[in-house]
């Protein structure tokens, strides 16, 4: 039983030895991978070949980047010349002028539009020259 104690107390003497032995440590410091975060610059190339890599959507134009500028020209100013017809003849019809309706034909585009006044009140005829369409309104007296 001596033998045990003693055998017990000298692994614990010597585990105490063991552990009172001088230990080295280094501070950590966090440095990003990201350049745009303070990261290494040469991270870059490898980053951007991951996320494309791991990258499932398909790219996609963007419409108003590939519009024409002069299509878009032409269609604002049919939308300018439309807006203004459209209230000079609710403004006559409403009585908001004294100028009267007279007949008048307008061309533009792809568009013929007839301006037609008569006993029950205007008739607006548009007529598609591309498609043969031709829608035509009444804006009754008042």
């Known amino acids: 039983m001596k033998n045990l104690t003693t055998s017990i ?9 063991g552990l009172t032995a001088q230990v ?10 990201n350049p745009a975060f303070g ?15 791991q990258n499932q959507h398909e790219a996609t134009r ?7 500028p002069l299509e878009d020209f032409q269609a604002s100013l ?3 010349v439309l807006s203004q017809l459209t209230r000079d003849i609710a403004r006559r019809q409403l009585g908001l002028t004294d100028e009267e309706m007279r007949e008048s034909r307008f061309e533009f585009g792809e568009f013929t539009i007839e301006v037609i006044p ?5 008739q607006v005829v548009i ?10 309104i009444t804006i009754p007296n008042f």
């Open 24 to 33: 080295g440590a280094q501070q950590f410091v966090y440095e990003p991978l």
């Open 78 to 80: 049919q939308r300018q």
């Open 118 to 122: 008569g006993v029950d009140g205007v």
């Open 9 to 17: 107390l000298t692994v614990f003497m010597l585990l105490a030895a």
């Open 62 to 68: 963007d419409p108003r980047l590939t519009r024409d």
């Open 127 to 136: 007529f598609n020259i591309m498609t043969g369409d031709e829608t035509s």
């Open 39 to 53: 990261g290494n610059p040469m991270n870059y190339s490898w980053m951007l070949s991951s996320a494309n890599a």
